[in-house]
């Protein structure tokens, strides 16, 4: 049988700042909605924007960086990958259900306060995609890089 793909790239814009939180075993988990637009002509010839919301989530280094430099309306491209995920719950004993993407790569876009105000990538950050452990250290720590070397 085939394998299959998936695989998801998305350009927009954060909808509320991000959660962040520490798991036990010390890894830095963000978690944040993004929202997509794109606009298209109805029966009557006007044009519609429909925006569709994400739920995202990013690990390790790329958490990082979504904590400290992503908050409500920055816009950034991500890649990554669709997973839902299930669980009982404790009140009603329903299963509930929830799609995420996973972040693989984010990109933060557009200008901001301390940006480039050119619209290019400013920082980027990812993670390997088929890394299940945490990593011990930051993914530059071999070459010197710190966050005091971003220049924003």
Known sequence: MAKGVNK???LGNVGKDP?????????T?????LATA???KDAQGTWTDKTEWHNLVAFQRTAEVVRDYV??????FVEGKIQTRSWDDK???QKKYRTEILVNELSLLGGGAGRSE?????????RSSTSTAPVAQSDYADQGI????IPF
């Open 8 to 10: 998801v790239f998305l």
């Open 118 to 126: 050119s619209g290019s990538s400013a920082y980027s950050a990812s």
């Open 91 to 93: 009140e009603s004993g």
């Open 146 to 149: 710190t966050d005091e070397d």
């Open 71 to 76: 908050k409500k309306g920055t816009q950034i």
């Open 38 to 40: 794109e606009r298209a």
């Open 19 to 27: 959660e962040i939180r520490t798991t036990p075993n010390g890894m």
């Open 29 to 33: 988990v963000a978690s944040f909605s």
